[in-house]
Nanobody, 116 residues
Framework: QVRLVESGGGLVQAGGSLRLSCAAS????????MSWYRQTPGNQRELVAA???????NYADSVKGRFTISRDNGENTVYLQMNSLEPEDTAVYYC??????????WGQGTQVTVSS
């Protein structure tokens, strides 16, 4: 069973920065794509950013140029550096991982609140 532990959320003023981390443990298989999603009350979870095991990335249009996703394959950890935060970025952020045999796993979520 893969366990994902997220950290780094919190309260920040608009224009500020936060860095989220998600450490994966317990997998006997290679971690393929690792992603960050976010969700606000009453809305569906949306993809924020994703990174493949080879380092290819893609971003939601709303965060391009402000957020950067990266990963440390040796530590099985994915990061999300969030700069120039806006109140609209307020959400619960979830880590998502797909392992090589196809199963996917979600983290428990971490709250990010951006005040205006």
């Amino acid at each position: 069973q893969v366990r994902l532990v997220e950290s780094g959320g919190g309260l920040v003023q608009a224009g500020g920065s936060l860095r989220l981390s998600c450490a994966a443990s317990g997998s006997r298989f290679r971690l393929n794509t690792m992603s960050w999603y976010r969700q606000t009350p009453g809305n569906q979870r949306e993809l924020v950013a994703a990174i493949t095991s080879g380092g290819s990335t893609n971003y939601a249009d709303s965060v391009k140029g402000r957020f950067t996703i990266s990963r440390d394959n040796g530590e099985n950890t994915v990061y999300l550096q969030m700069n120039s935060l806006e109140p609209e970025d307020t959400a619960v952020y979830y880590c998502w991982v797909r392992i090589s045999v196809g199963y996917v796993y979600w983290g428990q979520g971490t709250q990010v609140t951006v005040s205006s």
